[in-house]
Nanobody
Framework: VQLVESGGGLVQPGGSLTLSCAAS????????IGWFRQAPGKEREGVSL????????RYADSVKGRFTISRDIARNTVYLQMRALEPEDTGVYYC???????????????????WGQGTQVTVSS
């Protein structure tokens, strides 16, 4: 499995960014692709995920109403649209695959067996 993130950068507070995660090599059916982020000195935290089998999406409370996850099945790509960005959104954003998504413990990083290299998002004036 290979995951390649892109789209990070520097943005002012209140601005928007869209991250992309191009996935390849996934053979399972009931998997989920999640977005996580990690700020310096902090633990990695789940931000959003989308289930492959039914397209169900989930969001962390801190991003609900501001972030939208979507997918392009033909392109095997998952997107994370981020708007109304805040300095607290700063961090390295990773996409990851939970090969056996069950709808439980979905914010546990240990469930995700494949990870991308990450893309830096910096929200600053």
């Amino acid at each position: 499995v290979q995951l390649v993130e892109s789209g990070g950068g520097l943005v002012q507070p209140g601005g928007s960014l869209t991250l992309s995660c191009a996935a390849s090599g996934i053979t399972e059916t009931y998997y989920a692709i999640g977005w996580f982020r990690q700020a310096p000195g902090k633990e990695r935290e789940g931000v959003s995920l989308i289930s492959n089998s039914d397209g169900v999406t989930r969001y962390a409370d801190s991003v609900k109403g501001r972030f939208t996850i979507s997918r392009d099945i033909a392109r095997n790509t998952v997107y994370l649209q981020m708007r109304a960005l805040e300095p607290e959104d700063t961090g390295v954003y990773y996409c990851a695959v939970d090969p056996w998504y069950s709808g439980s413990y979905y914010w546990e990083p240990s469930r995700y067996k494949f990870w991308g290299q990450g893309t830096q998002v910096t929200v600053s004036s």
